[in-house]
């Protein structure tokens, strides 16, 4: 049972979000309604689509924190787009662009020059930031037609078709990383990127494609937001993508490359905003929510660092007892660059 | 190696007279010494949590918590003001606060050995949110400010000596003990060493932890320091004072050389870096850049500067000795230390 929660790092965040819901239910009647999972569903898609973005990055052992800026500067190339007349779909189609494009930005400075990603990304990040301001020339965009708003009304069952579409980028993801080949290079790429060249996987490119990814999710991410805000303020996006790198952290997947899921992605996003609705629920006074959202992360990961050193040390005394061959005791670690790649696929399962 | 590095720090010297030259010429009003001087109290506080930073950065670490820290840090001197506390203990509980917080960032890195930025990361969100509670309990809910401080203290953010503001002698001294330590002292070397490979340090018998623990006290102890400032400049301690150094400091930690992969850096190269980015800022302003715009620029002029670095670092590499030298050199260090 330890065994299983302690590698299986979706099946306890999985546990421990059940847990919460139900502590929170017993605390305070009622907060268990489908009305709730509605609130959380429809609260969690912004940082949903920018979540599933750094995944892919950070899989392949690179960071983006530009994503918040990059859904301002779509968002706000969708709103003048529909402003100035632009069909719907038309300025999404264009807004999505913008973003892959900012998205491509990133992956040449990283994957052609050579530029470290968080170098390259922290300056992406005043520059889009910068560019969307230019843009809009400092003022908000309000006035969104109709059109966008209507995607985030309930179509009945408590999700819209904004839900609809998140829904599908989640499972085209799953899909993309767990049952394709390209999907499989983004791992091998993250857990040993020589190893991965030399078998002649085109690392640069898939780091390429990582960023562009990661643009076009933050870019869906701003339809989202001006759908559900219906009006695009100049801070749009603004650190959010800090909270979607701690959702990746929570949800499993390492920084070091190479490891995570994207059912973990959806698990810790679920999490983290149940837990802002539940402050909410509780009548805890808005002040409290980063300082318990910062103690939980903080606990929740130290705990996790605990077991996975625990697992280590017992997973290395059993090789070392039956000689060579432990293939599928696989850790999570950073001695894991050490070892040949296929392995730590299964790591992740 | 040395003088690579120095040789930077001389291009960065270079971009700031351009930066003179060209801002001097679309308003002349810029170049005006007492405007120079008294607009570093603008930005000087980003090089207050720069310098420590790049020695956490060169000792292979980060630390993105200061941001929130520097406004905890206030709320702390502001909370023991509004309860009658004297000045100076007042000072020294802010100082403590910082230094607590950053034990506190050390030890939780090294219990559970997970990534500096992870770790940080959380205590980002931890800290901003224990000054949130703090100045919620005084009262001042939300971004408010706690204010009514003694006039000595709030004189202190407009004080002169001999003509130059006191915050840029602070920082300047600051800055020196800084130089001495990192280049000039066994822990400076030490630190460069456990950056450059942990392993190596930990096995040639280097106290690792130790070390990078002394990184992340000294970042607390300067956020605290650039929270008072900030709170004694605009007179009130509020909860979001720091937030808006994160980018900048990091920005200049790495304009100024410091590879984010550990191991390289120079506090000098920070501190002119801080300079650049500040000047930058103002002199856009007063050219009549909009701030957006400028705020665009300065994004830009880091991915430019660190690629245009890369590229002549990459073409002198080329000419200087074939590439086998420089994959040695690269490869292994890019390969370790990705956070």
Same mark, same amino acid.
């Given at each position: 049972?330890?065994?299983?929660?302690?590698?299986?790092?979706?099946?306890?965040?999985?546990?421990?979000?059940?847990?919460?819901?139900?502590?929170?239910?017993?605390?305070?009647?009622?907060?268990?309604?489908?009305?709730?999972?509605?609130?959380?569903?429809?609260?969690?898609?912004?940082?949903?689509?920018?979540?599933?973005?750094?995944?892919?990055?950070?899989?392949?052992?690179?960071?983006?924190?530009?994503?918040?800026?990059?859904?301002?500067?779509?968002?706000?190339?969708?709103?003048?787009?529909?402003?100035?007349?632009?069909?719907?779909?038309?300025?999404?189609?264009?807004?999505?662009?913008?973003?892959?494009?900012?998205?491509?930005?990133?992956?040449?400075?990283?994957?052609?020059?050579?530029?470290?990603?968080?170098?390259?990304?922290?300056?992406?990040?005043?520059?889009?930031?910068?560019?969307?301001?230019?843009?809009?020339?400092?003022?908000?965009?309000?006035?969104?037609?109709?059109?966008?708003?209507?995607?985030?009304?309930?179509?009945?069952?408590?999700?819209?078709?904004?839900?609809?579409?998140?829904?599908?980028?989640?499972?085209?993801?799953?899909?993309?990383?767990?049952?394709?080949?390209?999907?499989?290079?983004?791992?091998?790429?993250?857990?040993?990127?020589?190893?991965?060249?030399?078998?002649?996987?085109?690392?640069?490119?898939?780091?390429?494609?990582?960023?562009?990814?990661?643009?076009?999710?933050?870019?869906?991410?701003?339809?989202?937001?001006?759908?559900?805000?219906?009006?695009?303020?100049?801070?749009?996006?603004?650190?959010?993508?800090?909270?979607?790198?701690?959702?990746?952290?929570?949800?499993?997947?390492?920084?070091?490359?190479?490891?995570?899921?994207?059912?973990?992605?959806?698990?810790?996003?679920?999490?983290?905003?149940?837990?802002?609705?539940?402050?909410?629920?509780?009548?805890?006074?808005?002040?409290?929510?980063?300082?318990?959202?910062?103690?939980?992360?903080?606990?929740?990961?130290?705990?996790?660092?605990?077991?996975?050193?625990?697992?280590?040390?017992?997973?290395?005394?059993?090789?070392?007892?039956?000689?060579?061959?432990?293939?599928?005791?696989?850790?999570?670690?950073?001695?894991?660059?050490?070892?040949?790649?296929?392995?730590?696929?299964?790591?992740?399962? | 190696?040395?003088?690579?590095?120095?040789?930077?720090?001389?291009?960065?010297?270079?971009?700031?007279?351009?930066?003179?030259?060209?801002?001097?010429?679309?308003?002349?009003?810029?170049?005006?010494?007492?405007?120079?001087?008294?607009?570093?109290?603008?930005?000087?506080? =980003?090089? =207050?949590?720069?310098?420590?930073?790049?020695?956490?950065?060169?000792?292979?670490?980060?630390?993105?918590?200061?941001?929130?820290?520097?406004?905890?840090?206030? =709320?702390?001197?502001?909370?023991?003001?509004?309860?009658?506390?004297?000045?100076?203990?007042?000072?020294?509980?802010?100082?403590?606060?910082?230094?607590?917080?950053?034990?506190?960032?050390?030890?939780?890195?090294?219990?559970?050995?997970?990534?500096?930025?992870?770790?940080?990361?959380?205590?980002?969100?931890?800290?901003?949110?224990?000054?949130?509670?703090?100045?919620?309990?005084?009262?001042?809910?939300?971004?408010?400010?706690?204010?009514?401080?003694?006039?000595?203290?709030?004189?202190?953010?407009?004080?002169?000596?001999?003509?130059?503001?006191?915050?840029?002698?602070?920082?300047?001294?600051?800055?020196?003990?800084?130089?001495?330590?990192?280049?000039?002292?066994?822990?400076?070397?030490?630190?460069?060493?456990?950056?450059?490979?942990?392993?190596?340090?930990?096995?040639?018998?280097?106290?690792?932890?130790?070390?990078?623990?002394?990184?992340?006290?000294?970042?607390?102890?300067?956020?605290?320091?650039?929270?008072?400032?900030?709170?004694?400049?605009?007179?009130?301690?509020?909860?979001?004072?720091?937030?808006?150094?994160?980018?900048?400091? =990091?920005?200049?930690?790495?304009?100024?050389?410091?590879?984010?992969?550990?191991?390289?850096?120079?506090?000098? $190269?920070?501190?002119?870096?801080?300079?650049?980015?500040?000047?930058?800022?103002?002199?856009?302003?007063?050219?009549?850049?909009?701030?957006?715009?400028?705020?665009?620029?300065? $994004?830009?002029?880091?991915?430019?500067?660190?690629?245009?670095?890369?590229?002549?670092?990459?073409?002198?590499?080329?000419?200087?000795?074939?590439?086998?030298?420089?994959?040695?050199?690269?490869?292994?260090?890019?390969?370790?230390?990705?956070?």
């Amino acid at each position: 049972m330890f065994e299983l929660f302690a590698r299986n790092r979706v099946a306890s965040l999985f546990a421990i979000t059940i847990l919460t819901f139900g502590i929170i239910g017993a605390a305070a009647p009622g907060f268990l309604s489908g009305n709730t999972i509605a609130v959380v569903m429809a609260n969690s898609l912004v940082l949903m689509l920018i979540s599933f973005g750094t995944m892919l990055v950070i899989i392949t052992r690179n960071i983006d924190v530009s994503s918040g800026s990059v859904l301002g500067l779509s968002a706000a190339v969708l709103g003048l787009a529909l402003n100035a007349g632009i069909s719907l779909p038309l300025a999404i189609g264009l807004c999505v662009l913008v973003g892959a494009a900012a998205g491509a930005l990133n992956g040449a400075l990283v994957a052609g020059l050579g530029v470290p990603s968080i170098v390259a990304t922290l300056g992406t990040l005043g520059l889009y930031r910068g560019l969307m301001l230019t843009l809009t020339g400092g003022r908000w965009i309000e006035a969104l037609p109709q059109s966008i708003k209507s995607l985030a009304s309930n179509l009945g069952w408590g999700g819209s078709v904004l839900t609809i579409i998140v829904l599908l980028v989640f499972a085209g993801l799953w899909f993309f990383l767990r049952r394709t080949r390209s999907g499989g290079y983004f791992f091998a790429v993250g857990d040993n990127r020589e190893a991965a060249r030399h078998l002649g996987i085109p690392a640069r490119w898939i780091e390429f494609s990582a960023f562009v990814g990661a643009g076009a999710c933050a870019a869906l991410a701003g339809v989202v937001f001006a759908a559900q805000i219906g009006f695009i303020p100049n801070q749009a996006g603004n650190g959010i993508e800090l909270k979607a790198i701690a959702a990746n952290v929570l949800g499993g997947v390492s920084l070091l490359g190479g490891v995570g899921s994207a059912v973990g992605v959806f698990i810790s996003v679920i999490f983290l905003t149940a837990i802002d609705s539940a402050l909410v629920f509780l009548r805890i006074p808005a002040f409290w929510n980063d300082f318990i959202a910062g103690a939980i992360l903080l606990s929740v990961l130290m705990l996790d660092g605990r077991i996975r050193l625990a697992l280590d040390k017992r997973i290395r005394a059993k090789r070392y007892a039956i000689g060579h061959g432990g293939q599928n005791a696989k850790p999570a670690s950073k001695e894991k660059a050490a070892e040949s790649l296929h392995v730590s696929s299964e790591a992740t399962r | 190696m040395k003088r690579l590095v120095l040789r930077w720090e001389a291009v960065l010297v270079l971009i700031l007279i351009l930066e003179f030259v060209v801002f001097g010429l679309i308003n002349p009003r810029f170049l005006n010494p007492s405007n120079l001087l008294y607009g570093t109290s603008d930005f000087i506080h =980003i090089g =207050i949590v720069a310098v420590p930073l790049t020695l956490v950065i060169i000792g292979g670490g980060i630390d993105v918590s200061f941001a929130s820290l520097v406004g905890l840090c206030a =709320i702390v001197f502001g909370v023991a003001n509004f309860f009658g506390v004297p000045l100076p203990l007042s000072i020294l509980a802010a100082l403590a606060a910082g230094v607590c917080a950053g034990a506190m960032n050390a030890a939780i890195i090294h219990f559970s050995k997970i990534q500096p930025l992870v770790v940080t990361l959380g205590s980002l969100y931890l800290f901003g949110g224990a000054a949130t509670v703090l100045s919620g309990a005084v009262g001042a809910g939300g971004y408010e400010g706690i204010g009514n401080f003694p006039g000595i203290f709030t004189e202190f953010g407009y004080l002169e000596v001999f003509g130059i503001p006191a915050m840029l002698i602070l920082f300047v001294i600051m800055a020196l003990i800084f130089i001495v330590l990192l280049h000039f002292t066994r822990f400076g070397r030490s630190v460069y060493l456990v950056g450059q490979s942990e392993n190596a340090a930990r096995y040639s018998g280097l106290p690792v932890e130790r070390i990078q623990t002394v990184t992340y006290l000294l970042t607390g102890l300067c956020a605290a320091i650039a929270g008072l400032m900030l709170s004694s400049y605009f007179g009130s301690a509020r909860v979001d004072l720091g937030t808006a150094t994160l980018l900048p400091a =990091i920005t200049a930690a790495v304009l100024g050389g410091a590879s984010i992969y550990g191991g390289q850096g120079s506090v000098l $190269g920070t501190v002119i870096a801080v300079f650049v980015i500040g000047f930058l800022q103002q002199g856009l302003q007063m050219a009549g850049v909009p701030s957006q715009v400028s705020s665009a620029l300065s $994004g830009g002029l880091l991915v430019g500067v660190v690629a245009l670095r890369l590229g002549s670092a990459m073409l002198a590499g080329f000419v200087a000795r074939g590439n086998k030298a420089m994959a040695a050199r690269s490869r292994p260090i890019v390969e370790e230390k990705i956070k």
